[in-house]
């Protein structure tokens, strides 16, 4: 595997030093940020990450993510140019190292919780979903801020979409990621970038917004729309994993298997019942998931992609981006790294 981290640039509390001082350490995962959806990132900026990433002898050659506007998830005119630059991004990308890109198919909404600091008794505090907070919730009455959310639009934008994707649909949302597929992937085989698809987090409905991606048949159809190695997976254990109809053991060892994974994102949830979930430790004792039956499903596939530890906790007294903290998500390396050498031992391999 290749470990990697998530950094959010220059304003991350999060240094580059302090990465690169936890073992192992390979990869950063960034991106450009402050550039609207659809726009064309400026050459000098993907350079600045490169270069600061040498400095501190890490590589930037994961990009996480380059967002899929909203008028291409919903096949509005115009598309065709933002998906050329999408193409572009990818293409300027792979011209400064980067050999996987990141992104999701998720109407309006990235991933969504409840509260960002639920307190569990040992004082540490993570993210959550509980249903009946959403139910609480309106989106387009409310004042919603949470960190997966796209803060820009106004009410009266928010209301359009919700209008417009629920009229599309889920198979109309089904044709326009086909529509997508069939530019870019093409694109990035040109370049050798791989595509990674992060599942839809939470992998079910939210607001009455259709979701996609979500179980094993939705990745099968998604990977068979375009059957090329470039159109792969970001699992992400923690989102395809707090419903139980998902056997994420099974689906990492078989898109593994298919060398169809090329990143992985690897955390730990507590599967509550009614679709709730707390997010946990990385530790399999620690929430539902088996950590190390998948890993054991990577290592036996020789998965050789890259490997992130996901949302971490906050604790030891640490502020700052919720699930992006420093602390936790380093214990969680550390933790995949002795995983991950103690089946590499176990297999015979070294
Ligand atoms: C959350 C992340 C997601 C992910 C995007 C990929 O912490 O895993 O926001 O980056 O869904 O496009």
Not at 105 to 134: C, H, I, N
Not at 301 to 315: C, E, L, S, T
């Amino acid at each position: 595997m290749k470990l990697s981290f998530r950094w959010y640039g220059e304003g991350d509390p999060v240094s580059l030093q302090y990465i690169s001082q936890i073992p192992g350490m390979r990869s950063v995962v960034s991106a450009v940020y402050g550039v609207k959806p659809g726009e064309v990132w400026p050459e000098e900026q993907i350079a600045r990450i490169k270069s600061a990433c040498e400095a501190h002898g890490l590589v930037f050659d994961v990009v996480e993510s380059i967002p899929v506007p909203e008028d291409v998830k919903l096949g509005r005119k115009g598309r065709d140019r933002l998906i050329e630059n999408y193409c572009e991004n990818v293409r300027r990308c792979a011209k400064y190292g980067v050999k996987c890109v990141t992104y999701n198919f998720m109407p309006v909404f990235d991933w969504t919780r409840t509260q960002l600091d639920r307190e569990a008794p040992d004082g540490s505090t993570s993210l959550v979903l509980y249903q009946k907070q959403l139910e609480g919730l309106d989106p387009m009455a409310d004042d919603i801020a949470l960190p997966g959310w796209d803060e820009s639009y106004s009410r009266a934008e928010i209301r359009q979409l919700f209008a417009d994707y629920a009229a599309l649909g889920e198979n109309g949302l089904w044709e326009n990621a086909e529509y997508f597929l069939r530019q870019v992937i093409p694109a990035a085989e040109s370049c050798g970038v791989t595509m990674a698809l992060h599942p839809d987090d939470p992998p079910y409905p939210i607001f009455g917004l259709p979701r996609i991606i979500t179980c094993e048949a939705a990745l099968d159809r998604y990977l068979s729309i375009v059957d090329s190695p470039a159109n792969a997976l970001c699992l992400c254990t923690g989102s395809l994993g707090c419903v139980p109809t998902n056997d994420v053991a099974a689906m990492v060892r078989k898109y593994a298997g298919r060398r169809r994974i090329g990143f992985m994102h690897m955390r730990n949830v507590k599967i509550l019942g009614d679709g709730s979930f707390e997010e946990r430790a990385h530790l399999s004792s620690c929430g539902s998931l088996d950590m190390a039956e998948i890993v054991d499903a990577l290592v036996s596939a020789g998965f050789d992609g890259y490997v992130r530890p996901d949302h971490g906790r906050m604790i030891w007294g640490e502020t700052g981006k919720p699930g992006y903290g420093l602390y936790d998500r380093a214990l969680g390396a550390a933790y995949l790294n002795g995983l991950w050498e103690a089946t590499v031992r176990a297999k015979g391999g070294r």
